[in-house]
């Protein structure tokens, strides 16, 4: 790997490793202080609701700035955003600047990501598209690995406030190593069209293209479901290991920390190995359904460990699956307009599930919420699986 490569990786490793510890602090404080599953729920809600609204805007704002230029904004501002918060919590108290912090953060991570996406093609020509995915998957999964670990060792030795202080070293290090990179391999990005036409418009052809583009409607609907058990399996994590299966705070650091070392491993064998794409999107959806049933009915540590890293490691997998569609489906020059809402009603889901935890009163309940939602999901997926697959292959 050059360093085209590996200074650009190192850069997107090192901000997801701050935004990872951020979510990781948030379910595990808020349960630690309230003691409620419910109210995780509710924090969970609040810190993933602005990732996924947000990328209406960020797809349009894609489409017409700089990458470059969005990517290191975001870097800095939640730099920024990070230090207001500790600030504002080691003056004023509360978890609410925790929640405050996180949701900012989450909405600027947004810009970055889908930033990133679009010019991925434009780093990387000539290399196999499943490849590049998995790569920069892999990069973001290996900041998954230590985040939590990170984390751990952080409130271990000191209060959340002075965590989140010093998570803004890392997201100003990962712009640094981005303006390392862009001076030394000056790379060759087609700038945005010009902006034309009412402020509507970007979303108008997003929307027409998911209505008028075969098997975009249905990849929603899988992703929907998919993101759904992810949710409520985040939601729920924290409470049901720290408290119905009195597990430690370092082990539940240890079980994320082994989510994020399986996608690694996935994620490894896809950038090697050649899979089909229709294989890729079928096992990943089986063994998630399957992940979600092991950790409705776990009563034993173990079996609920085995379910969630079926869960984490093979979402990943999905999302390879579902970001090559996308590229092979959407017009490259709507790519960010369309992607941003796709991903919104995509994941939607997910603070949705954080809201349904909110409802439940107790570990019993919340695992009764996991096993209905995977059942449906299961049941619903299959059919929508077949018809992407005769869209992928109709658009070849």
């Not at 797809?59 to 990070?82: E, F, H, K, M, T």
């Not at 929640?99 to 600027?108: H, K, W």
């Not at 998957?137 to 984390?151: E, N, R, S």
Request: hydrophobic share 55%; aromatic share 10%; proline share 5%.
């Amino acid at each position: 790997m050059g360093f085209r490569d590996s200074a650009f990786y190192f850069s997107q490793f090192l901000s997801r490793l701050a935004d990872q510890i951020l979510l990781f602090l948030v379910p595990l404080i808020v349960f630690q202080i309230t003691g409620s599953v419910g109210w995780s729920g509710v924090a969970f809600f609040i810190e993933t609701l602005p990732r996924f609204v947000a990328f209406p805007i960020a797809g349009i704002l894609a489409d017409r700035l700089p990458a470059y230029r969005l990517i290191r904004w975001s870097q800095g501002l939640r730099a920024a955003v990070c230090v207001i918060g500790s600030l504002g919590a080691l003056s004023a108290g509360g978890i609410g600047w925790l929640l405050f912090l996180s949701a900012v953060s989450g909405a600027l991570t947004t810009q970055a990501w889908i930033a990133r996406e679009g010019i991925l093609p434009q780093l990387f020509p000539g290399q196999r598209l499943e490849k590049i995915l998995s790569a920069t998957t892999l990069a973001d999964q290996l900041g998954m690995v230590l985040g939590p670990l990170v984390a751990a060792l952080m409130l271990a030795w000191m209060p959340w406030e002075y965590a989140v202080g010093a998570t803004a070293l890392l997201f100003l290090l990962a712009d640094q190593v981005l303006l390392l990179w862009w001076r030394r391999v000056k790379p060759v990005i087609a700038d945005p069209a010009p902006a034309s036409g009412p402020w509507y418009q970007p979303l108008r052809i997003a929307f027409g293209h998911i209505q008028r583009l075969p098997g975009l409607k249905m990849t929603i609907f899988l992703a929907v479901g998919v993101n759904l058990v992810l949710g409520v399996t985040l939601a729920t994590a924290a409470a049901l290991v720290t408290g119905a299966l009195a597990q430690s705070d370092q082990n539940y650091a240890l079980l994320q920390t082994a989510g994020a070392a399986m996608t690694v491993l996935i994620l490894t064998i896809i950038a090697r190995k050649p899979i089909p794409v229709g294989v890729l999107g079928g096992l990943a959806y089986g063994m998630i359904a399957l992940g979600g049933f092991l950790t409705g009915i776990a009563q034993h540590p173990a079996v609920y460990a085995i379910g969630f890293l079926l869960i984490i490691g093979f979402d990943k997998m999905f999302a390879v699956y579902m970001r090559s569609l996308r590229q092979r489906l959407i017009p490259a020059q709507d790519f960010g307009k369309t992607t941003g809402v796709i991903v919104l009603l995509n994941n939607l889901s997910q603070p949705l599930a954080g809201a349904l935890v909110g409802f439940t009163a107790g570990p019993e309940e919340a695992r009764v919420l996991i096993l209905i939602i995977t059942a449906c999901v299961f049941l619903s997926g299959s059919a929508a699986l077949v018809a992407v697959r005769r869209a992928v292959q109709g658009s070849r």
